[in-house]
């Protein structure tokens, strides 16, 4: 949050919600999960012009959740179903921001997330009515210990 503040408008403001009360641990390569999490903040920033993005940070029992959610230019329903595709641009990415970039950041993230048998989603009610991208990852399982006689 901290490296990609500096590129927010004066039009757009960034916030962390932290809903997870004590200690969190999940097994995680840290540098696979900070780059799905730089990925869907740095896009919200891209095709977000006013408005508020909001990293989200909630666990339950089995799970620890992210979720960047902004007001952005949105998704179609279409668009939904491809966006972790590999190489996949929507026409609507193209028009707002132009032809920057390569379309394999969210591809790249989903199998991140995957590699660590989490679970990724994007959601949107439409075209200029922002987005929801988030992941999960398992919390760490404590370690039974079943004592054995010989």
């Not at 916030?15 to 009360?21: H, M, S």
């Not at 896009?43 to 909001?54: L, Q, R």
């Not at 379309?103 to 590699?115: D, E, H, Q, R, S």
């Amino acid at each position: 949050m901290h490296e990609l503040k500096p590129r927010l408008s004066r039009k757009l403001k960034m916030e962390l919600v932290n809903n997870v009360k004590g200690k969190v641990e999940a097994e995680v390569d840290a540098d696979k999960i900070l780059n799905v999490i730089f990925n869907f903040v740095d896009n919200a920033i891209k095709y977000t012009e006013s408005g508020k993005i909001s990293i989200v940070l909630e666990k339950d029992q089995q799970k620890i959740i992210v979720r960047i959610k902004d007001t952005g230019i949105g998704l179609s329903a279409e668009d939904k179903e491809k966006v972790f595709s590999k190489f996949f641009r929507s026409k609507d990415v193209l028009a707002a921001v132009g032809r920057s970039g390569t379309g394999l950041g969210l591809y790249i993230a989903a199998k991140f997330v995957a590699g660590h048998n989490g679970e990724i989603w994007c959601d949107s009610p439409g075209k200029d009515q922002g987005s929801e991208f988030g992941f999960s990852v398992p919390l760490k399982q404590a370690v039974k210990v079943t004592q054995v006689e010989a």
